[in-house]
């Protein structure tokens, strides 16, 4: 059952960027005590997901249980390619999808945007500054759009969220300005050693 007490869903934390900026695999940083990886998966289990993912990168030990870890089908194609295979993998009509590297994403915060899925469509945040498709829900039934997007060379997550959501699959959750701290993201080791 899902945290809405509606129908069943997945969730996935995405993981298997090549950290470039950062210069280190960003699922086992430090993040006040903790592996950036656990963190985010101790998220999604509170959540109760009907199934549990871990788009990674393949050969990497995370030391974890209870996910299927699964790589991308299509390497070098950034998140999209994560997103493609993680809605492949899934049984459920809806995937939450949780980045590695948004450690102020809060409980109550996916718990809000699961709440929001309607039946045939996904919810992405979106502030002043843009869309924020990396902490979403997606209906399972975008694969075949996410597949010939990546087919096209069209790897901008951005362009395949404004196409779902004039299609009607995707519906915009505006989030307050006073709420954009949740939305901290880590890409260089300056990210860390500021905080």
């Not at 809060?106 to 002043?128: A, F, K, M």
């Not at 829900?137 to 597949?147: E, G, I, N, T």
């Not at 997550?157 to 505006?174: N, Q, T």
């Not at 307050?176 to 880590?186: A, M, Y």
């Amino acid at each position: 059952m899902s945290s809405d007490g509606s129908t069943p869903f997945a969730a996935a934390v995405l993981a298997g960027g090549a950290s470039t900026r950062m210069g280190r695999d960003k699922a086992f940083l430090d993040w006040q005590g903790r592996r950036l990886i656990d963190l985010q998966l101790d998220r999604l289990r509170a959540l109760q997901p009907a199934e549990l993912f871990l788009s990674g990168r393949p050969g990497v030990d995370y030391g974890v249980k209870d996910v299927a870890v699964i790589t991308d089908r299509i390497r070098g194609a950034g998140p999209l390619a994560g997103l493609e295979a993680i809605l492949d993998a899934s049984t459920a009509p809806h995937v939450l999808v949780l980045a590695i590297d948004l450690p102020e994403i809060s409980t109550e915060l996916l718990q809000d945007i699961l709440g929001r899925r309607r039946d045939q469509s996904g919810v992405v945040p979106r502030r002043e500054a843009g869309w924020e498709p990396l902490v979403a829900v997606y209906p399972r039934r975008l694969h075949q759009r996410v597949h010939v997007h990546l087919a096209c060379g069209r790897r901008a997550l951005h362009k395949l969220v404004d196409e779902a959501k004039a299609e009607g699959e995707i519906d915009a959750f505006e989030i307050p300005p006073e709420h954009d701290g949740l939305f901290l993201n880590l890409n260089t080791p300056e990210d860390l050693t500021d905080r």
